[in-house]
């Protein structure tokens, strides 16, 4: 009977994963770029409040949750602003992350973001968006 209890725990162990929100605000900001770790994958939506807001998902595979605690402390999934006169650069904290070594040899995490964006910015190239009005 304790075998098939210890059986039934390794099989419904998750792995961590994490997700916090990071709003920003753009109130004289008339142009937005996004520099992002490359491996991120990146959605942009617009929405009809004020400020930008940023939803980070993360989970990592084969590691335990205080890693995954860890990387969340260090900022390894921020987007920071970095602001010039009326442009905002949102650039990744960590853009030389290191393998995460798992439970098992190298772990795998996946990021993904979503950036909501007020709905008077437009797409304006590659990451980029301009204030269509006032």
């Known amino acids: 009977m304790l075998v098939l209890m210890g059986c039934a725990s390794v099989s419904f162990a998750q792995d961590p994963a994490d ?4 709003t920003v605000d753009v109130d004289n900001v008339n142009r937005i770029s996004f520099d992002v770790y490359p491996k991120d994958q990146v959605e942009f939506r617009s929405w009809p409040g004020d400020d930008l807001l940023i939803e980070t998902t993360v989970q990592i595979k084969n590691v335990k ?3 995954l605690d860890f990387y969340m402390r260090q900022k390894r999934y921020v987007l920071k602003p970095q602001v010039t006169g009326d442009q905002m ?3 990744s904290y960590d853009k030389n992350r290191r393998v995460v ?3 098992e040899g190298s772990a795998f995490e996946e990021v993904v973001i979503v950036v ?3 709905e008077d910015f437009s797409p304006a190239g590659n990451r980029q968006y301009t204030r269509v009005s006032r």
């Not at 997700?19 to 990071?22: D, E, P, S, T, V």
């Open 19 to 22: 997700i916090f929100h990071k």
């Open 116 to 118: 909501y964006l007020p």
């Open 89 to 91: 650069q949102l650039v």
């Open 65 to 67: 949750q205080d890693i």
């Open 101 to 103: 070594k798992g439970t």
